[in-house]
Antibody
Framework: EVQLVESGGGLVQPGGSLRLSCAASGFTFSNYWMTWVRQAPGKGLEWVANIKQDGSEKYYVDSVKGRFTISRDNANNFLNLQMNSLRAEDTAMYYC????????WGQGTLVTVSS | QAVVTQEPSLTVSPGGTVTLTCGSSTGAVTSGQYPYWLQKKPGQAPRTLIYDATYRQSWTPARFSGSLLGGKVALTLSGAQPEDEAEYYCLLLFSGGWVFGGGTKLTVL
């Protein structure tokens, strides 16, 4: 059974940092691009970042460039999102996704940026 | 980054047909943007229904179909069911990355 399980969310003050992780199982993790999307409370889905199978290509939405870093550990089937200089507008449920056609999605981890 | 536009809300009667559309601020949507349609219900993970504009995922009911139509990408629901009430999001690839549309809240009433 394919599973993507996000973790690492929580409450953080503006300007702080968090590291999200996504544990993958049930499929060949290293074969697929991986992506992070988010949904702020009462808002729509927003694509955040993605990373190529070998980590050689990474892309980000403009609003997180220079603050967020996506990475992956193919040996242990983990996707990560290092989030620095967090802002109130980063408050959202963060989902990881994968598969040849975004087939798989996790249940999400909640990030709240507030003082 | 580009803006992807969708109808904010639509209503369909049970058993009825409705078409949701998705357009791009950069011009006509093409198959080269690998258009996706995702369904999102409150408290649930996103679920991909359609990829590459017209292909259903294995779990996507046949009542959902995708097409390229007049420079936009479209999702048609034929024979709406109560469980189809959800937010529907279009997703397109641009040179700088992927962009979601603002979503269409579909009410089955």
């Amino acid at each position: 059974e394919v599973q993507l399980v996000e973790s690492g969310g929580g409450l953080v003050q503006p300007g702080g940092s968090l590291r999200l992780s996504c544990a993958a199982s049930g499929f060949t993790f290293s074969n697929y691009w991986m992506t992070w999307v988010r949904q702020a409370p009462g808002k729509g889905l927003e694509w955040v970042a993605n990373i190529k199978q070998d980590g050689s290509e990474k892309y980000y939405v403009d609003s997180v460039k220079g603050r967020f870093t996506i990475s992956r550990d193919n040996a242990n089937n983990f996707l990560n999102l290092q989030m620095n200089s967090l802002r109130a507008e980063d408050t959202a449920m963060y989902y990881c996704g994968s598969g040849s056609h975004y087939d798989y999605w996790g249940q999400g981890t909640l990030v709240t940026v507030s003082s | 980054q580009a803006v992807v536009t969708q109808e904010p809300s639509l209503t369909v009667s049970p058993g009825g047909t409705v078409t949701l559309t998705c357009g791009s601020s950069t011009g006509a949507v093409t198959s080269g943007q690998y258009p996706y349609w995702l369904q999102k219900k409150p408290g649930q993970a996103p679920r991909t229904l359609i990829y590459d504009a017209t292909y259903r995922q294995s779990w996507t009911p046949a009542r959902f179909s995708g097409s390229l139509l007049g420079g936009k990408v479209a999702l048609t629901l034929s024979g709406a069911q109560p469980e189809d009430e959800a937010e529907y999001y279009c997703l397109l690839l641009f040179s700088g990355g992927w962009v979601f549309g603002g979503g269409t809240k579909l009410t089955v009433l």
